[in-house]
């Protein structure tokens, strides 16, 4: 099940990026920064940290990308040796507007899945790893950084049917944003 749910995000991606015409360029952008666990998470983990990164392609003179986007974070919990780690994808869609040259506010959204994991080291029997659909969006502002762009943003992402535990967390962070094509 599984592998035929990447199979069709894969599909679906490669099948609806298609440039709009042979001069638009795509972006590959590599990130980092903080999570704020939310919700039911936040009441056991503590801030945390989180790395992604993904494509985006054109599809529009309008500023619309499509895109995919990986991730992995970790957050500590209050009690010592607890920690769940995040692992996940999102498709994304994506709007920026503004100078090209200059600073590009924008917002996107997605919907994928993630794989929540907690290890405990004083009570193994907690031990738990759940897969479950996805979904975030944020915005932020993107920015001339020499031959390549930068982003600085904020998210929200919250799993779905997380055997009823929220899990859901804020990331704040900055990507380096290189054009490919």
Same mark, same amino acid.
């Given at each position: 099940?599984?592998?035929?749910?990447?199979?069709?995000?894969?599909?679906?991606?490669?099948?609806?990026?298609? &440039?709009?015409?042979?001069?638009?360029?795509?972006?590959?952008?590599?990130?980092?920064?903080?999570?704020?666990?939310?919700?039911?998470?936040?009441?056991?983990?503590?801030?945390?940290?989180?790395? =992604?990164?993904?494509?985006?392609?054109?599809?529009?003179?309008?500023?619309?990308?499509?895109?995919?986007?990986?991730?992995?974070?970790?957050?500590?919990?209050?009690?010592?040796?607890?920690?769940?780690?995040?692992?996940?994808?999102?498709?994304?869609?994506?709007?920026? =507007? /503004?100078? &090209?040259?200059?600073?590009?506010?924008?917002?996107?959204?997605?919907?994928?899945?993630?794989?929540?994991?907690?290890?405990?080291?004083?009570?193994?029997?907690?031990?738990?790893?759940?897969?479950?659909?996805?979904?975030?969006?944020?915005?932020?502002?993107?920015? &001339?950084?020499?031959?390549?762009?930068?982003?600085?943003?904020?998210?929200?992402?919250?799993?779905?049917?997380?055997?009823?535990?929220?899990?859901? =967390?804020?990331?704040?962070?900055?990507?380096?944003?290189?054009?490919? /094509?």
């Amino acid at each position: 099940m599984k592998r035929l749910l990447c199979a069709t995000l894969a599909a679906a991606f490669f099948a609806l990026s298609a &440039p709009v015409d042979s001069s638009a360029q795509g972006t590959v952008f590599l990130g980092g920064g903080v999570t704020i666990p939310v919700s039911d998470y936040g009441e056991l983990a503590n801030t945390g940290w989180q790395g =992604w990164g993904g494509v985006l392609v054109p599809v529009s003179d309008a500023g619309i990308s499509l895109g995919f986007e990986g991730f992995y974070g970790n957050n500590n919990h209050e009690t010592d040796g607890n920690k769940t780690k995040l692992l996940g994808s999102l498709a994304l869609v994506g709007m920026e =507007w /503004g100078d &090209p040259e200059g600073l590009q506010p924008g917002v996107f959204g997605g919907l994928g899945f993630m794989r929540r994991s907690f290890k405990s080291e004083s009570t193994p029997v907690l031990d738990n790893t759940s897969t479950s659909f996805a979904w975030g969006g944020g915005a932020g502002v993107g920015f &001339p950084l020499g031959g390549v762009n930068g982003w600085l943003g904020g998210s929200y992402t919250s799993g779905l049917g997380d055997d009823n535990f929220a899990t859901r =967390w804020i990331t704040f962070g900055v990507s380096v944003m290189v054009p490919i /094509g």
